[in-house]
Nanobody, 120 residues
Framework: QVHLVESGGGLVQAGGSLRLSCAASGNILSINYMGWFRQAPGKERSLVAGVTNGGGTYLADSIKGRFTASRDTAKNTLYLQMNSLKPEDTAMYYC??????????????WGQGTQVTVSS
């Protein structure tokens, strides 16, 4: 079993920045991919970024150039640096992890989420 805990969400003005963190614990060796999803009210949850164990990254088109994802494997932590935030980035952000090292497909473990709210 893997336990994921997100932190770093909050309220920020448009154009501002936030850094989300996701700390993983438990059976870490089973994880080969970690990702960030977001879900706004009334919308489906979608993948925005992901990182392999080797540092390879995936970024959704909607956040390219503004967000970066990274992992510190020594700390078992996934990060999402969010810059130039827009009101449409407002959502609950979830950390997820999986055994298969691809961004698509089902994820095995999920965090509880952290709220990001961007005011205009």
């Amino acid at each position: 079993q893997v336990h994921l805990v997100e932190s770093g969400g909050g309220l920020v003005q448009a154009g501002g920045s936030l850094r989300l963190s996701c700390a993983a614990s438990g059976n870490i060796l089973s994880i080969n991919y970690m990702g960030w999803f977001r879900q706004a009210p009334g919308k489906e949850r979608s993948l925005v970024a992901g990182v392999t164990n080797g540092g390879g990254t995936y970024l959704a088109d909607s956040i390219k150039g503004r967000f970066t994802a990274s992992r510190d494997t020594a700390k078992n932590t996934l990060y999402l640096q969010m810059n130039s935030l827009k009101p449409e980035d407002t959502a609950m952000y979830y950390c997820a992890a999986k055994r298969i090292a691809t961004p698509r497909g089902p994820y095995d473990y999920w965090g509880q989420g952290t709220q990001v709210t961007v005011s205009s």
